[in-house]
């Protein structure tokens, strides 16, 4: 899809806005594709004041297809403009997709690295035989708009040769003078790692070194980010094929960490156990940057990739799946927390505050709102929300509840030493949940009209805010 393939169809994009429009569950304070479908947040940066937020976009079809990489500015958070798309596949290296990547900006340039994905067609029958090359590329940009030409980085002759044909989603960052990419990548004996190369230039890379467990942990690791939160290191990833258990692994896929200490030098690491950062139904290949203000803000996609369910009805209506708000990350006793970035008080317009709520049930007049209850009673508590989500803490397991229960999606229970607090997003149809300040998140699609009651069981103080929806320049 050159850009030109896309000026071309605009009118097919155009016919998906109208009926999207016309769709209740499009949602208000989270960003979705324009029209048609969304996944991953790609090349998120902040240039000159403006943050960029690219996501893999397949702008003519609500489902998964051929990928050219959207792209939203924002200076504050609340106000949004679609750009025309940033990438698209439209060369050799990336004739099937340009997949995900992540931006690094220095010395006012950003310097973009993503993944170009490349099926090999059997020419007779054109079907995939020989699976897929996935070529790491580099383009530069002095605006965050317009970049000078595609150039492969590395290739598959590059990647060591134990792996197989699937490695991709690079993640550059910078250490005393030296840069390092991080890859996900699956071996040839269908095991998850982190491959690691070095660059003194940003040009040429070279293999360093590769990051993985003792024991197999997935087929897969897909979406790396290697962060430093206040001196400690975390190895964030999206394996693939883990085995599922009682409180951890229930999606199909997951989404979390390992805090590790790691000796780039002498390239040397240990890794802690892995932490999923969420226990909802659809959160997965999140993307962090560190803005202006040196915080590190995480963006995921709101999806879950091969999850056995969908709504029906904005597939019908031209349109799949979202991004999660910003979550700003902190460090605290080597665990990652989680808190809804501050811009987003913002969009906060009315606000009803209660101390020591026993018990109570109440109807929010508006579909948008922000729910803090603090203070909980730890015994035993609940809260549900809009009769068919329910948030439940008993002896140290957090249960979290989408009615009606089944299609995949079931039952998810987590282990909460104690819970303090609970602060609640609701959106037309999805709901972001921060326990005790963000140590655990709760992400979710729901589909459900109903109006926004709330029933609370058990002790706590209340804040509810009505909010605004962020305001979208299509
Ligand atoms: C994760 C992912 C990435 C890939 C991209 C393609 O959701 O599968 O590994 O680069 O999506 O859209």
Known sequence: MTKQDYL????????LQKKIKNDPYRLGFHLMGPSGWV????????FKGTHHIYFQYTPFSPLWGMKCWGHYSTKDYLHFKEEEPFLYPDCSYDRDGVYSGSAFVEENQIHYF????????DKEYDYILEGREQNTLHITS???????QKSLVLDHDDYPSDMSKHVRDPKVFKEGDDYYMVLGARDVNDCGLVLLYHSKDLEKWTFHMRIQTKNKFGYMWECPDLIELDGQKFLIICPQGVQQEKYQYQNVYQLGYFPIDLDLHNKSYRLKD???????????????????????????????????????????CGWQHALTMPRELTQHKGKI????????????????KELSVKQKEFVAEHDLIELILANINNDCFSCIVKEDIKINYEQGVLSFNI????????????????????????????????????????????YSLK?????IQGECDLELYQLDSMIIDY
């Not at 996944?39 to 902040?46: A, H, R, S, T, V």
């Not at 927390?337 to 009803?352: G, M």
């Open 39 to 46: 996944n991953d947040p790609n090349g998120l940066c902040q």
């Open 8 to 15: 071309n169809q605009i009118g097919v994009k155009k016919e």
């Open 403 to 446: 009615e009606p229960i089944g299609n995949g999606r079931t039952h998810r229970q987590m282990k909460i030493a104690s819970l303090d607090k609970l602060h609640i997003f609701v959106d037309h149809s999805c709901i972001e949940i921060f326990v005790n300040d963000g140590e655990k998140t709760i992400t979710s699609r729901f």
């Open 337 to 352: 927390f989680q808190k809804p970035i501050d811009e987003l008080k913002n969009l906060r317009k009315s606000e009803y």
């Open 451 to 455: 109006p926004n009651k709330i029933e």
């Open 274 to 316: 892995f932490v999923e950062f969420d226990g909802g139904f659809d959160i997965y290949a999140s993307q962090t940057y560190v803005d202006d203000l040196n915080r590190r803000i995480l963006i995921a996609w709101m999806g879950i990739p091969d999850a056995s369910y969908h709504n029906q009805q904005t597939i019908d």
């Open 142 to 148: 002095n605006d965050g708009y317009t970049y000078d």
């Open 114 to 121: 993503y993944t170009g994905n490349v099926k090999l067609l």
